[in-house]
């Protein structure tokens, strides 16, 4: 159940799981497929794809840069933040139709420590492809590979209100962020499993003079059903 009242981060270090570091670098990545899916590892070769991504107004709006990448040079740096030597630092990949290879959005887990302590996961597709269904299959395909990484104990700096209310004990969680607007991708984390547990205010980095509601979401991945 999502809070609507504004409250105040509460860190904890808490003993809990996590995926063991360094995580399978992207020469070891071996692509899963799904229904109509590809999900591979991201590829120097990738720029332009992920260009044409990255210069559609439409997907970027919902980012915090806001506005399409003015040019491939833009590109370029946000392609090589996923790359070797950098690939430890994250779980992104590309994802690409089955039938074609044409590489259609991106997504995974961009960042290992949110705002909230825990991995964060998140996905960009092409708006050609949109409203078919593929964000939520590689969601669930995704997540699915993320459960199934081996793990270790860890012991992490959480904030306390991404755990269910009564919870003692420090369930490894995965986290998702969305703008309250974006119904889409609220309609997608639902259908892949995770729930709603927090909205609040916050800069919106789009414009720093306004301010913006976001919602987060939480996944439980000892809950995970394989696919
Ligand atoms: C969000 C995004 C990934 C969704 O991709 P998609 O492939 O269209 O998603 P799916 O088809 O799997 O599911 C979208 C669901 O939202 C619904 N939806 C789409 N637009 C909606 C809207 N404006 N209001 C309510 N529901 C909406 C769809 O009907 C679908 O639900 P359904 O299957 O129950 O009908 C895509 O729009 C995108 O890349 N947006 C730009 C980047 C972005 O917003 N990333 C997420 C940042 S948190």
């Given at each position: 159940?999502?809070?609507?009242?504004p409250s105040?981060p509460?860190?904890?270090?808490?003993?809990?799981?996590?995926p063991?570091?360094?995580?399978?670098?992207?020469?070891?990545?071996?692509?899963?497929?799904?229904?109509?899916?590809?999900?591979?590892?991201?590829?120097?070769?990738?720029?332009?794809?992920?260009?044409?991504?990255?210069?559609?107004p439409e997907?970027?709006i919902?980012?915090?840069?806001?506005?399409?990448?003015?040019?491939?040079?833009?590109?370029?740096p946000?392609?090589?933040?996923?790359?070797?030597?950098k690939?430890?630092a994250?779980?992104?990949?590309?994802?690409?139709?089955?039938?074609?290879?044409?590489?259609i959005?991106?997504?995974?887990?961009h960042?290992?420590?949110?705002?909230?302590?825990w991995?964060?996961?998140?996905?960009m597709?092409?708006?050609?492809?949109?409203?078919?269904?593929?964000?939520?299959?590689?969601t669930?395909?995704?997540?699915?590979?993320?459960?199934?990484?081996?793990?270790e104990e860890?012991?992490?700096?959480?904030?306390?209100r991404?755990?269910?209310?009564?919870?003692?004990k420090?369930?490894?969680?995965m986290?998702a962020?969305?703008?309250?607007?974006?119904?889409?991708?609220?309609?997608?984390?639902?259908?892949a499993?995770?729930?709603?547990?927090?909205?609040?205010?916050?800069?919106d980095?789009r414009?720093?003079?306004?301010?913006?509601?976001?919602?987060?979401?939480?996944?439980?991945?000892?809950?995970?059903v394989?696919?």
């Open positions: 159940m999502a809070s609507s009242t105040k509460k860190w904890a270090t808490v003993k809990t799981t996590l063991v570091r360094p995580l399978p670098l992207n020469s070891m990545r071996v692509p899963v497929t799904t229904d109509r899916l590809i999900i591979r590892a991201l590829a120097a070769e990738d720029l332009d794809s992920l260009h044409l991504l990255r210069s559609q997907v970027m919902n980012t915090p840069q806001g506005r399409p990448d003015k040019d491939i040079d833009e590109t370029r946000k392609l090589e933040f996923f790359l070797p030597p690939d430890d994250h779980y992104n990949f590309a994802v690409c139709l089955k039938e074609t290879g044409e590489m959005g991106i997504g995974g887990c960042q290992l420590k949110s705002i909230f302590g991995p964060a996961m998140g996905y597709f092409r708006k050609e492809f949109w409203g078919k269904g593929y964000a939520t299959e590689f669930k395909g995704w997540l699915d590979m993320w459960c199934k990484l081996p793990r860890a012991e992490v700096e959480v904030d306390q991404s755990f269910p209310e009564g919870d003692e420090a369930v490894e969680i986290t962020f969305t703008s309250a607007e974006n119904l889409a991708s609220q309609n997608v984390l639902s259908k499993g995770f729930e709603r547990f927090l909205d609040w205010e916050d800069a980095l414009n720093p003079d306004a301010q913006i509601t976001l919602v987060a979401y939480r996944y439980f991945p000892s809950k995970h394989a696919n």
